[in-house]
């Protein structure tokens, strides 16, 4: 199956890329590697705001990180085109607004590392840290970064 | 205008860099990609100590991240001698020493990312991750780690 | 010193990388960089947990971040056999679970960085990145991130 059959599967529908309003921009290219921006969690247009362990539950937080793979995803499209020209998902860092108790940071980054996996097969298995941070912009619960390699 | 007179319209004096007392080094190069070790902000020599939400205001910590950009930038030109001979900030990890309510850390960041557009031009946009950490080493407000690519 | 020669003169016996449950690995392998997953640090084949600055000192950290790096070389070693192959070690993103006051966690990075600089001679001195977060998965003391290069 091809990553665009996977996502219609599962009815994944991506999302433009929106530019950041700063002197920063969604991705960088160097040679075949792709450096893609932390991407914050959102629902209906907005962060989706709050702390794992306060307001939010695993389950909250693991939805959220699968909103942010969605989100990385569409960013991938923009900066390549075809997602078939992904060779492999290389790295995330998984970061979770984590109250002090909160030790499931490992099972809300699934949320993301699972469905990258259900979409590019073989080059879905990638490298990963996930830590509890204090806080995120706009105080989102959950803020993801991603490394792609890309076919030469 | 050359990245050396931008530095100079904008009154920069780049900072020798200093090696790091400990087992680790202030950058690494590998193929064309250079390193570069988070580096705390600094007033008058010492750590610029504080957390955002807290001692800190966002315009301290935006001033704080630029300075820290400032120290990249020197320790990037003991890397490579003319800062010319770098193709692309490829990327920021910024850390802001936040108090728990605080979420403004990309207003934080934009205090190096701004400063590196000025100085390098279209080799300044970069891919960027910032978010809210417990702690930084020295109890430092800000640390940013650093990822550039060298002209082959 | 060979780096075999290095662990035997320590008296390090590497552990065997075990694959983690989830839909992440270990390592990926990009051209000739090995992005090797957050490790946390273990004892007694269970999570080290604790706060550094309230159940744990700088010197408890210490020791977790030494034998994180264990972890990691045992990866390193799962991945390309032979440990000569590794031609540098380019960067350690290392985590150090903090109370808010707690700010030494360049010390208790140094566990790991002083090991590998040990194990590796010339090829060990890294750039590094080290900062306190508010939660690490499990509640581990220490987690740690490494990028190694390999040799052609």
Known sequence: ?????????????????????????????????????????TKDGKAWVGQLGHQLTTEDGKAAARSVAIELMGTLKAAVGDLERISRIVKLMVLVNSAPHFTEQHLVANGASELLVQIFGAAGPHARAAFGVAQIPFGACVEIELLAELRA
Do not use: C, D, K
């Open 1 to 41: 199956m091809s990553v665009q059959q996977n996502l219609e599967r599962l009815g994944i529908r991506l999302p433009a890329s929106t530019p950041p309003a700063a002197a920063f921009v969604q991705y960088v290219q160097t040679g075949n590697l792709l450096f893609v921006s932390g991407h914050i969690a």
